[in-house]
Every structure is written in structure tokens, then in C-alpha cells.
């Protein structure tokens, strides 16, 4: 299969990523080795593009994840971040991570959350009250943020999984499947933001076992099977049919397609050449239909559409709230001359270690005590853990 040439061993400057003979292997309980769930994989993932983990289920995908994060040791290879070791904090504070199962504290509400994980950024009040808004919304989780978390859907618990991940403002996003659950519309609009989010410079890694999600929205992709490498490459590379050749034009009259058929024929002899009406996709027919059904106004309890990548990631202070500036906003690409984005929010001041195990944990709270930070605000301080204590069983 196709493969790109292996990367250079030395780390580009616009590498976010570096990766060479990275190697897991699991012991089983005799120390034996027992399984290689990454076996020397290479790969490298530039600034502002959206990279994909591409593999069948047990491949390695959410293995190497986690030894990108820093939640596991590799057995072999190299792995930089930012130039850093994973496991350096200043790397940590540049990343958001959607795990692959939502580990939610069961009883806080979508803008509890969003402000216990803003506060172990250390953001203050105003500014964890103003990114968990944008969020929410950015999320559609608007209409639900007084249920608690343990409630939601599947769906709903990838949106609020998805806003936790953001907010920090974090420069490497790392998704866990993040399509997973959610229903077309769901997944569409995840893919929007996507796209929006690297359209502002953001580094997107996802893995996905969805073929669909990968083509839609990645760049370049590694496909795994049995933790090894079997392909890497950009999309466009590693699909294209360089065999045939595709023509699309206006509907053509009956005359005018006999005429191009003969042409063609005449050009490449015998071959088959073949004329017909291009189809749209399932995923675009299915959302036209929905579209047409929410603007008959029919009732829905679940999650509302998403809206745009929130002010505060795109580095803008205020909302223009029109949806001519909302989609121009969204389909807008970056251009590369462009300077970077003003911040308008303080950067966030170096987590610690302990904090950052706290978000990273692939433990609830139940099974996990870890104290909460202590918030500036007393009576925030005394709504979060009146309802994650007396609520529990
Ligand atoms: N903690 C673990 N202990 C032992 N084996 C593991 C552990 N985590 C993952 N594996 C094994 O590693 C392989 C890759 O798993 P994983 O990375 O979760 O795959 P994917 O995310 O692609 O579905 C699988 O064979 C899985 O059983
Ligand atoms: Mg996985």
C-alpha cells in the first residue's frame, strides 16, 4: 500500500508532533510480554492540520493516545510534543483531550463542569463564566445546562466532553473518537468544528474507526492494524485513482453526452467510458431532510444545533451574533498571511502536575476522591460540592 517516505528523524519546527519507533507492549500479570498494542510506529503531525488515527477496533489507536498524553510509558521509541517530553507541563497546558469513554462527574450540570475544569486551569471567575457560556453554546448544550451530566445521552456526553476539552484554549486538540454516539446531525457539526478549529490554527489528532468522519474532515492519516503502520499519507494521495479521469459538468442535453461519448472514444479507444448523474452522499440527503423538518418547526427534546467555534478560540472578544457573520465566521479559511490571532483572554498560569492527573484521569469521581481545587468563589465552591457530596449514594 501506499506509504509516505519516513519522516526525518530531526523535529521540524512546525512538527507539533514527533513520533519514531514508538513501541507499547503489555505484560500480563508474570511480567510476560503479552500483547504489542503499538509496534515502531513513525509518524508526524504538523501545525494546524487535522491528523487521523485510522484502525479497526484493538489496533492501537486509543493506546497511542494515551502514550501522547503522557498517561502511559512507551516501551521503546520517541515521542515530542511542542518539542517536549509529553510528561513536561508545559506541554500538558497546551493540550485538550476528549477521552474515548465520557468520565463525567455524574452530578454537577454542564456549567458545574465547565467551571470545575476551568478552575483546574486556574482561569478566574469572569473568564471561566464567559468560556463556558461561548461553549455551551458553541456545543448546542444551551437548553440543557441545569440537567446533571449523569442524565445526558451518549450524544450529549461527547458535546460537553468536546466543550471541557476546549477549555483551556488549548493549541493540540486530541480526540478519542469523538464521533462516537452521536446521531448525523451530531456528527456533522463535531466535524464542522473541526474544521473551524484548525481553520484557526489549532492541531486536531483523532482517532476514528468511522471511514467517513476521517475523509471528511482529516488531512493526512496513519491506518493501523495490529498496532503497526499499514499506510500514512495525505487523503488525497492515498485515494486518488490516478487510472481514471473524472469530468463534471452542467446537465448535458442527449445529443451533447453522444457527441462527448464519441470523443472519448475516439481518444481512448475502446476503453469504457461511462456517463451519468453524480449522486450526493447519504450523510448530505439525510441532513437536507432534517433541515427541512426543523424548519416546519417540529418539536425535539434532545440537543440543539451547535453553533459556531466560540469567541474566546477564535480569539475575538465580542459576538456578532448574525448569521451572515456566524458562516462567514465558519467557512472563512485562514489566510496564510494573516497575523495571528490577538488573545484576549489571560493565559491560563502553569498547571501542576497533580492538577493535570486530576482532568486526565480515566477514573470517575466515585471510584477516584481526589479533592477539588478551591475555587476563588465561596459560594461556587459550596454549589459544587454540595452536589457532588450530598447527592452521592
Ligand atoms: N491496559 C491494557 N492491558 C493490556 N492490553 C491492553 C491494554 N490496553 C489496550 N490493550 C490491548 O492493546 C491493543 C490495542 O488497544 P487500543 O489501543 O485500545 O485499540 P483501539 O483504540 O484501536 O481500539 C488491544 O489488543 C488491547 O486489547
Ligand atoms: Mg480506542
Redesign the pocket.
Known amino acids: 500500500m501506499a506509504t509516505e517516505p519516513p519522516p526525518q528523524a530531526s523535529s521540524g519546527s512546525e512538527n507539533v508532533i514527533v513520533v519514531r519507533g514508538l513501541t507499547k507492549v503489555?505484560k500480563d500479570f508474570w511480567n510476560r510480554p503479552?500483547?504489542y498494542?503499538v509496534n515502531n510506529v513513525d509518524f508526524d503531525v504538523r501545525r494546524g492540520e487535522v491528523f487521523g488515527l485510522l484502525?479497526?477496533?484493538?489496533?492501537?489507536?486509543?493506546?497511542?493516545i494515551k502514550l501522547l498524553l503522557g498517561l502511559l510509558y512507551p516501551t521503546r521509541g520517541h515521542l515530542e510534543l511542542f518539542g517536549r517530553s509529553p510528561r513536561h507541563v508545559a506541554t500538558k497546558e497546551r493540550i485538550g483531550y476528549l477521552p474515548?469513554e465520557s468520565y463525567l462527574y455524574r452530578y454537577l450540570n454542564a456549567r458545574e463542569t465547565l467551571s470545575f475544569f476551568g478552575n483546574l486551569f486556574r482561569l478566574n471567575r469572569i473568564e471561566r463564566r464567559k468560556r463556558s457560556e461561548q461553549l455551551l453554546e458553541m456545543v448546542g448544550l444551551k437548553n440543557v445546562v441545569n440537567r446533571p451530566v449523569g442524565e445526558y445521552s451518549k450524544g450529549m456526553q461527547r458535546r460537553i466532553g468536546l466543550a471541557q476539552a476546549l477549555i483551556n484554549d488549548p493549541d493540540l486538540i486530541i480526540l478519542d473518537e469523538p464521533t462516537a454516539g452521536l446521531d448525523p446531525i451530531g456528527c456533522r457539526e463535531i466535524k464542522d468544528l473541526i474544521l473551524a478549529l484548525a481553520r484557526r490554527g489549532k492541531t486536531v489528532v483523532l482517532?476514528s474507526h468511522l471511514l467517513a468522519d476521517v475523509e471528511d474532515v482529516c488531512d493526512r492519516v496513519l491506518i493501523?492494524y495490529g498496532?503497526r503502520r499499514q499506510a500514512q499519507g495525505s487523503l488525497k494521495e492515498l485515494l486518488a485513482e490516478t487510472q481514471r479521469t473524472r469530468i463534471v459538468s452542467p446537465a448535458l442535453s442527449d445529443a451533447a453526452k453522444t457527441k462527448v461519448r464519441e470523443l472519448l472514444k475516439s481518444e481512448v479507444g475502446e476503453a469504457e467510458v461511462r456517463i451519468d448523474n453524480p449522486t450526493q452522499n447519504l450523510e448530505n440527503y439525510f441532513l437536507n431532510v432534517v433541515e427541512q423538518a426543523r424548519k416546519a418547526n417540529q418539536a425535539t427534546s434532545g440537543a440543539l444545533a451547535g453553533n459556531q467555534v466560540a469567541a474566546y478560540l477564535r480569539g475575538e472578544a465580542e459576538e456578532d451574533a448574525s448569521p451572515d457573520r456566524k458562516l462567514e465566521r465558519l467557512t472563512r479559511p485562514q489566510a496564510p498571511s494573516e497575523p495571528p490571532d490577538e488573545p484576549t483572554t489571560t493565559p491560563a498560569p502553569p498547571v501542576d502536575e497533580r492538577t493535570l492527573e486530576r482532568l486526565t484521569q480515566t477514573e470517575t469521581i466515585e471510584s477516584a476522591p481526589v479533592p477539588a481545587p478551591e475555587p476563588e468563589d465561596p459560594e461556587e465552591s459550596e454549589r459544587l460540592l454540595s452536589s457532588l457530596v450530598s447527592k452521592k449514594k
Do not use: M, W
Open positions: 503489555f503479552q500483547s498494542a484502525g479497526p477496533n484493538g489496533s492501537g489507536k486509543t493506546t497511542t474515548e482517532s493501523y498496532g
